[in-house]
């Protein structure tokens, strides 16, 4: 089993930035992808940005140029950097790891983007 903390989120103007990270414990394999997808009210879940552990990164075409996904293999972490934060950007935001036959999500985290 695999689990995640998640830490970060809170409440941000328009225009401002937040940053999420997550690490994950447990059995590891060394081939994994972790990411972030998040969930706003009345919608369904969507991914935001993954990373592999190769290096190889995705992001939503709506955060591409706004948001940076970073990790840090060697105590398995994974970060989202959010710049220009919008207020569409609203949702809960979850970590996410995947890797032979393992799928693991973190608790959630709130972020506001509001004035």
């Known amino acids: 089993q695999v689990q995640l903390v998640e830490s970060g989120g809170g409440l941000v103007q328009p225009g401002g930035s937040l940053r999420l990270s997550c690490a994950a414990s447990?059995?590891?394999?060394?081939?994994?992808?972790m990411g972030w997808y998040r969930q706003a009210p009345g919608k369904q879940r969507e991914l935001v940005a993954i990373?592999?552990?190769?290096?190889?990164?995705n992001y939503v075409d709506s955060v591409k140029g706004r948001f940076t996904i970073s990790r840090a293999n060697a105590n398995n972490t994974v970060s989202l950097q959010m710049n220009s934060l919008k207020p569409e950007d609203t949702a809960v935001y979850y970590c996410?790891?995947?890797?032979?036959?393992?799928?693991?999500w973190g608790q959630g985290t709130q972020v506001t983007v509001s004035s």
């Open positions: 447990g059995r590891i394999f060394t081939f994994n992808t």
């Open positions: 996410n790891f995947r890797s032979y036959r393992t799928v693991a």
């Open positions: 990373a592999t552990s190769t290096g190889s990164t």
